[in-house]
Structures are given as C-alpha cells and as structure tokens.
C-alpha cells in the first residue's frame, strides 16, 4: 500500500478553526475512543487502531463545508457521485475541482482527475512531480485553465517538461508564468508520498483518512497545527519517575525509552509505522534497537537528537547535508 500525506494549510484564525474542528467531531463521552474524539464521519473510513468498536459504525454524519469570505478558490476531493469526468475515468478518483461544486456538475471542462496510479508512475523517475500549467504553448480547448492543467516537472538538463500531454513548454525562455495546485514528492519510505498543496489557491478540507481504490490510502495535514514530525515521527518516552515539559525536555531519575514514532497521530489512529532511516547522538549512555532507544540519564545535564531522513520537500535545501532532514531533539536533566 502506498501512503499519501497530502498538506495542506488553512488561512482561518485559530478561534475559528478550533471551532470548526469541534463541529465536525463526534464530541462527547460517549464518542471517545481510548480518550479521543474522532471526526463524525469516521464510520466510512474505520481506524484499525481503535478497534472493532460498534459505534465507529454509527459514525456516518455529514462533515460541514463553511462557506467564508476568504475561502480557497479551488477544492480537492474524492469522486464518488457515481458521475464521471473523461468518460468513466475519475469515479473513485480525486478530483480537483472549484470549492462548493458539487460532484454531480463535474465535467471534463470544469474539473481535474487526479490519478495516483498515473503520479505514482511519474514519480518512478523524477524526484518532484507538480499539477498545474505552465503558461507556454497551452492547448487551445473550452476547458477552464484548471481544467488544463497536466504534470509537469524538470528533466536531467533542468528544462520544464511536461508529463502527461503533447504541448510542452518552449524553449529558450527565461522565465515562464505558472500556475501551480499541488507538487507530489515520494519521500526516502517510497511508501509514502507528500502532496503540498498550494495554500493560495487550493484546500482539501472534506477528507481525513481515506482507501483510494485499492493500493492508495490518502491522509491529510492542516499545516495550520500539525507536522510531518507531528504526524509520523513523534516518540513516545516510557519509564517510571520520568516526566516530559514542552514535548523536548525531560526530567528522568531512571533508565527510560524513547519509541520511535509511537506518538504520532498516524500511529494513534492506525497502529502503523512509517519509518526512515535516522541518526542518533547523545551525550549520555544510549543503546539503539530497531525502533527503541534505550536511554541511561548518566549525568546531570544531557542531550538526545535524533535526525530523520525523510526527503518530502517540505523542508528548505538550502545546504546538501541538511536538505531533507527532520530533527528531534530533547533535553535531558537527572533528578
């Protein structure tokens, strides 16, 4: 199965996104599943990790689309209207489509299939792949730009391509005007895919969790309040007079263990682990072991940074050493 992270950021203040979030959540004691509340919908889409709980299936409400001033010109959402666009090619597909559309008005003119088997496939070969439309040589049809757009990326001498049509960018131009909705990148786990959605013109606010036909399981990210770290790297630390302030600094008495990403949501919700290779250093007596790091606190003051190598573009590569790397670090007092 091939996971897909697609980011995405809100613009709302964080009054109204709490808001919101809250009205789109099963609230409530008799909604929490091993202490958390889980979105109304979740009946659609269970979470293996909380187990065979009858009233997951009960959760089959409708999630609430607020309309607002400031809303996203366009929406990326999952194609099961039982309508098609390109023929029979996008039902069970996502789509990407102006906010508010409703599936059934989706046509070939209107409306963009994005197909993961296709990206996928793309990705095989290039490092970034991004949907939207350079504007050069563009195909003259009664689609709306949108509707235009195809991937696109650079080839081996850095000349913009593209991937999925015949009219390719002109040559020789110094700079050529684009307008771009998503850019997929396959992280250093070719399991997982990151999808960074363009926060000026693009949202994906229906969908949390979801089976895209049969080997694509997408997620999504509000950049507003979660990270990749946040998502799929977060350790849990386990040991007894052990207490953590501020997620990074921790006061231990006792041996303890840091576990590698067992803290993340993605572990929480699904009992699934992403893993990347990563490098460990420590100022204090430590023993590695698959996903555990044995931690002994042999001095008053320490330190622990445990170094990712993830490579989902979401990072500056503005140094070779660094690009691509995600960080955590912790500090560690005896006593």
């Known amino acids: 199965m091939i996971n897909?992270?697609?980011?995405?950021?809100?613009?709302?203040?964080?009054?109204?996104?709490?808001?919101?979030?809250?009205?789109?959540?099963?609230?409530?004691d008799e909604w929490a599943f091993q202490g958390w509340y889980v979105p109304v919908n979740t009946g659609l889409h269970p979470l293996p990790k909380m187990g065979n709980d009858d009233r997951l299936k009960k959760l089959r409400a409708p999630i609430l689309d607020q309309f607002e001033s400031e809303s996203f010109k366009y929406v990326i959402d999952v194609n099961n209207s039982g309508m098609n666009v390109e023929g029979n090619q996008s039902y069970g597909h996502l789509v990407l489509k102006e906010h508010l559309m409703p599936n059934v008005s989706l046509t070939a003119e209107n409306s963009r299939v994005i197909n993961l088997d296709e990206v996928y496939s793309y990705l095989e070969n290039h490092s970034w792949v991004a949907l939207g439309i350079p504007l050069s040589n563009i195909a003259i049809t009664n689609q709306t730009l949108m509707a235009k757009s195809y991937y696109y990326t650079r080839d081996k001498d850095l000349n913009v391509i593209n991937l999925s049509g015949d009219n390719q960018p002109l040559d020789g131009l110094n700079s050529i005007a684009t307008v771009t909705y998503c850019v997929f990148k396959k992280t250093k786990n070719n399991d997982l895919v990151t999808c960074i959605l363009n926060p000026h013109l693009v949202s994906i606010p229906n969908l949390d969790a979801e089976m895209i036909g049969e080997k694509h399981f997408v997620y999504t990210l509000d950049a507003y309040d979660s990270t990749i770290e946040d998502y799929f790297l977060a350790p849990r630390i386990e040991g007894n007079g052990?207490?953590?302030?501020?997620?990074?600094?921790?006061?231990?008495?006792?041996?303890?263990?840091?576990?590698?990403y067992e803290n993340g949501m993605h572990f929480i919700k699904h009992g699934e682990k992403i893993r990347f290779n990563r490098e460990v250093k420590s100022n204090l007596s430590i023993k590695v072991k698959e996903d555990r790091i044995m931690v002994d606190p042999t001095r008053h003051f320490g330190y622990i940074s445990i170094e990712y190598d993830v490579d989902g573009m979401i990072n500056r590569y503005d140094h070779a050493n660094r690009a691509g790397k995600h960080k955590i670090?912790?500090?560690v007092a005896k006593g």
């Open 4 to 28: 897909w992270a697609f980011i995405w950021a809100s613009r709302r203040p964080p009054l109204w996104e709490n808001c919101t979030d809250v009205m789109n959540l099963a609230v409530g």
């Open 242 to 260: 052990v207490h953590t302030i501020n997620k990074n600094i921790i006061f231990a008495s006792t041996q303890f263990v840091i576990h590698d």
């Open 329 to 331: 670090e912790f500090i």
